[in-house]
């Protein structure tokens, strides 16, 4: 029987708010250049009325991702939290009009207000972001529907989300029912520091992922190891592991099979979303049966796609950019 979706991704609802500052402005702000810096309640909001012409997109890892999946033409669902407000409200129709289900409804009351991160992008690209989790960071296994968590052929978890408790427990819940229902799991590493954070349990979660998708630090940090001993290690501990090396070749090792995908490197506008888009790519040609080192390659082109512009979502058509390399 055919499932409702092909991919769901659980993830933090971000909405990206944008706008131009100059290097003065962000020392009369305090803003550190070029970093993300988590902020409270209080100075979010004072930092997002210091901003004029703002733009506004809806962001976070995994539903970037999505997006990009669900404009291959891929059917997609999200499972994030956001407030009913306007930014919300705001998050909600925007992923729907970017092809992908938002299958939980904004949340009303007395809750945080839906997670924002200000980036202020200086005349020579740089951006610095400031975000708040606000409501998203507060998931938990009561967003995992099991009609929706059953119903996908793959699960696919952001990192970032295991820094909370309920966040882990949401993982687990959405996994048992994905696993439970014969559909594939996995999971993006996020970020080194996170991964240091919860080594042990993360050893332990990689084992029952179906893929894991990390970037060479996040693999090291994982098993304490050099890159060579991490990958051998991940190899032998989990379902198939793809490893990707800021403009270094690529690499997908699942049991016994290796593919090493070269990458074609180019200058960055903006790299923000590189690694979302990678993932995209690679689940798109994953979902579809691809061959581990197309798989690969069209990460790598959804990659330079959005590397090539300002903003984490992909502006030209992947699939044609998949066609032209003779993958599709």
Known sequence: MTKTYQVVGIGNAIVDVITQADDS?????GIEKGIMQLVERNRGEMLYGAMTNRVQAPGGSVANTLAGLGGLGLRT??????????????????MEADGTAFVNAPVPGGELPTSRSMIFVSPDGERS?????????EISSLDVAPDVA???????????????????????????LTHGAGGKVGISLSDPFCVDRHRADF????REMDFVIGNEHEWESLYEADLSVALETAAAECGLVVCTRSGADVVLVRGAEEAVVPVHRVTPVDSTGAGDQFAAGFLYGYATGQPLAVCGRMGCIAAAEVISHIGPRPESDLRHLFRKEGLI
């Open 129 to 137: 972001m400031n975000t708040y989790l606000g409501i998203s960071s």
């Open 203 to 206: 050893r332990k979660f990689v």
């Open 25 to 29: 402005f962000l020392d009369l702000m």
């Open 150 to 176: 059953a119903d996908t052929e793959i699960m696919f978890l952001e990192g970032y989300l295991y820094d909370k408790p309920k966040g882990k427990e949401a993982f687990d819940r959405a996994a048992q």
């Open 77 to 94: 669902g999200f499972i994030g939290r956001v407030h009913d407000d306007a930014l919300g409200r705001f998050y909600a129709a925007e």
